[in-house]
């Protein structure tokens, strides 16, 4: 996926830019329009020199020369950095369709323009259409052969990507597609590019990551290290993303406490396997041998609702509290309930734990697997408010107890009496 | 839609291997303790989602060949997975390779870090200290995640978390089942 994002957004940058060339020179109305002079490097030779240096005259009006000559720019800037986006999202069915987008502009350049009027429309209409939407739609058309058709869609993708402009890293970007472009067009560019493209064009933006020459940020090296270096850390910075969707609680901004957000989930996931196998036990065992003393001896799972120690000491002081439960268990309920309420816990089914929680944390909007973020080593699958008092007491993660359903209840009534 | 997809047939895959080791253990009777139930429902589920992978992730890898090492989970294995358990050998090698290959760049940093001794601690130093004692302790929660780069540790997380959720999610909806299927018998 990256060499074939690079190339993507290598064309990205390129494809918009051959069609301002073009309104360049029509501006100028220079015969040769695609000046390999000016060009500074090796892709953009390729493309040119791909291009027919006859192309059919430039039917576009003079006057609507300036605003798409400004939009190209967004819509650069605005590709890339969907580009980025969607390479980062792992939209690889999308970045495949922008490829195909890409393509077929060159296409388009290649054969020269032949629809102006949908260009026109397509740059002075702004539709404020959902940006993926379009660009779905406009590459699902794309797909036909029809020329025209395809042609239109395309530049309805680029409204698309620009009807989305107004947002957020919009100037960060303009400034750094402009300088790209400016960059790129050395001397031929025109007054109206040079303007907003004044503000980068010192040091070269590096809009992508071209394969050839990087060009470096001001006060960067180029050398291969440093490269390297930014690279793996976007490579990180990628993955951390996606991490990012899957844990809850992730808009954390630094590496670190996103780490410790992983961290703390993997526990919890893994203590909550734990704690379901230890519940299996009743339905693999009773599935074979359904006596009683089994179904009694079968264990909860202890979780400590107070916020104590920190999150190692809770770690090894519920193992073994665990276990402890667990032999007393055997031997007699009883003693395995006094030992508990020795310790301030009581046992208490998943479902009227889950009940609880959600009437009192109603209000909240956590996510319910935020508990385990909060270092409490409450083993509530469902319930997400280690905070609150009624919570204090022991949440049993077991179906066996909850199968023991109804005298279990009763247990569980002369116990939730004796709540610290 | 798609991801929902493959979520659900990871699902059923995940019982598939589950239901197979349960079914070697149908000997539990009165005398097997809670632990020792505990540890075997737990090594089949570890297994049967380890499994799902098909050897295509490390951790994957890294599970199946911990639990092979001790002998007598190898009909367990061979039964959830339909091969034959991993030579542990040569995860052992890499292991030891790279435990001395560590070694060397640890004793390399300490002393580098002796020689220089920053007067002002900065919060960049602080954080980058925070990040690598973190990496460490995902490194020691991920199965087999000792060996790995700092890259593909964030992958294999990715796909470590996924796997485990769909375990819990599978064995928390075998145990919501079994709750309404076991009559209640009085203590």
């Known amino acids: 996926m990256q060499p074939t994002s690079r190339e993507l957004l290598e064309m990205n940058n390129l494809n918009p830019l051959v069609s301002l060339r073009e309104i360049h020179n029509s501006q100028m109305s220079t015969s040769s ?73 060159r296409g388009l350049a290649v054969n020269g323009l032949r629809s102006p009027s949908a260009a026109d429309i397509g740059f002075l209409n702004i539709p404020h259409a959902d940006q993926d939407d379009v660009v779905d739609g406009s590459c699902y058309k794309s797909a036909n052969p029809d020329q025209d058709a395809s042609i239109k869609s395309l530049f309805n993708g680029f409204t698309g990507s620009i009807g989305h402009s107004s947002n957020q890293p919009q100037h960060l970007l303009h400034s750094q597609g402009g300088a790209l472009q400016s960059h790129k067009f050395g001397g031929a560019a025109a007054p109206e ?54 844990v809850p609680n992730a808009n954390k901004t630094d590496k670190a406490s996103m780490l410790d957000e992983i961290i703390d989930y993997v526990k919890f996931l893994q203590l909550q396997v734990k704690v379901l196998s230890m519940s299996r036990l009743g339905g693999a065992a009773a599935a074979a041998n359904p006596l009683v003393a089994d179904m009694s001896s079968e264990g909860g799972r202890i ?14 002081g519920m193992t073994v509290t665990e276990h402890q439960v667990a032999k007393l268990m055997e031997e007699d309920m009883g003693s395995a309930m006094q030992y508990l309420q020795g310790k301030g816990l009581c046992l208490m089914p998943i479902s009227l734990a889950t009940a609880i929680s959600t009437s009192t944390c109603h209000s909240r909007s956590h996510h319910p697997l935020a508990s385990a973020s909060n270092n409490n080593q409450l083993l509530n699958g469902e319930a997400a408010c280690p905070t609150s008092p009624s919570v204090s007491a022991l949440t049993v993660q077991s179906a066996t107890i909850a199968a023991n359903g109804g005298g279990e209840t009763s247990l569980k009534d002369a116990n939730s009496v004796s709540k610290p | 839609m798609k991801e929902r997809m493959q979520n659900s047939s990871l699902k059923q895959e995940f019982l598939k291997n589950w239901i197979k080791g349960l079914q070697l253990h149908t000997n539990f009777n009165k005398n097997t303790t809670i632990l020792e139930r505990r540890k075997a429902i737990k090594l089949s589920a570890d297994i049967a989602i ?12 890294a599970l199946i060949s911990d639990a092979s090492r001790d002998g007598s989970n190898k009909t367990l294995i061979e039964k959830i997975s339909g091969r034959e358990a991993p030579r542990k050998d040569s995860f052992g090698l890499i292991r030891c390779s790279k435990k001395i290959m560590k070694r060397s760049r640890v004793t390399r940093q300490i002393r580098a870090r002796k020689a220089v001794l920053p007067s002002v601690v900065g919060a960049s130093l602080i954080e980058k200290k925070l990040v690598k004692s973190r990496t460490r302790a995902l490194k020691r929660l991920v199965p087999g995640g000792e060996d790995m780069d700092e890259i593909s540790l964030i992958k294999e997380t990715i796909d470590y978390i996924v796997s485990l959720r769909v375990q819990v999610d599978v064995m928390g909806r075998m145990a919501s089942v079994a709750d309404r299927l076991i009559p209640f018998k009085s203590l």
């Open chain 1, 33 to 105: 329009h695609f000046d390999p002079t000016s060009s500074h490097d090796d892709f953009l030779d390729q493309m040119f020199s791909s291009v027919p240096s006859s192309a059919s005259s430039f039917p576009w009006p003079e006057d609507h020369a300036p605003p798409p000559c400004h939009m190209e720019e967004q819509s650069t800037a605005l590709l890339a950095s969907k580009l980025r986006q969607q390479q980062i999202s792992n939209g690889a069915a999308k970045a495949l369709m922008l490829q195909q987008q890409l393509f077929l502009s």
């Open chain 1, 303 to 316: 979780g400590n609702g107070t916020k104590t120690a920190s999150s190692s000491n809770n770690n090894d």
């Open chain 2, 50 to 61: 380890a499994s799902t992978r098909n050897s295509t992730t490390r951790w994957s890898r």
């Open chain 1, 193 to 246: 590019m040079n303007q907003p493209a004044a503000s980068g064009s010192s040091g070269g933006g590096t809009a992508g990551q071209p394969k050839q020459r990087v060009r470096a940020r001001r006060g960067q090296a180029t050398d291969p290290h440093s490269i390297a270096e930014r690279l793996r850390r976007e490579r990180i910075a990628e993955r951390m993303k996606s991490l990012q969707e899957l």
